[in-house]
C-alpha cells in the first residue's frame, strides 16, 4: 500500500498514519479523477472525505497548505502542483 510506505518513509507518527489512513484517501482520490476529467466521480470522493471527517477539514486550499504536512520538498511540490490542481478543477477555493 503506497500510503503505508510513504508514512513510513516520512517516519509519522501511528496517529497520524491513523488520521491519513481514516480522512484523506478519497480527498486524494477525488483530486485525480478531478485530474482524469471525471469531475462528477472526483466531487462524491470530496463529499466521501467530508462525511468520514465529520465536517470539512479544510475550506480553501490555503488552509491546506498551512495545516498539513505535505513531506520533503520534493513531494510538497508534485502536491502543490498536481494534488491542489484537481481540487481546483472540483470547486475547492484557493483563499
Not at 15 to 43: M, T, W
Amino acid at each position: 500500500m503506497p500510503t503505508v510506505r510513504y508514512c513510513a518513509r516520512a517516519g509519522a507518527t501511528s496517529e497520524a498514519f491513523r488520521n491519513i489512513k481514516k480522512h484523506s484517501r478519497p480527498i486524494r482520490v477525488g483530486a485525480a479523477y478531478a485530474l482524469n476529467g471525471e469531475v462528477e466521480r472526483g466531487a462524491a470522493e470530496l463529499a466521501e472525505h467530508y462525511r468520514l471527517s465529520g465536517r470539512v477539514w479544510v475550506s480553501t486550499i490555503a488552509d491546506m497548505k498551512v495545516t498539513g504536512y505535505w513531506g520533503p520538498p520534493k513531494i510538497r511540490k508534485l502536491f502543490w502542483t498536481v494534488y491542489f490542481a484537481g481540487l481546483r478543477k472540483l470547486g475547492v477555493p484557493e483563499e
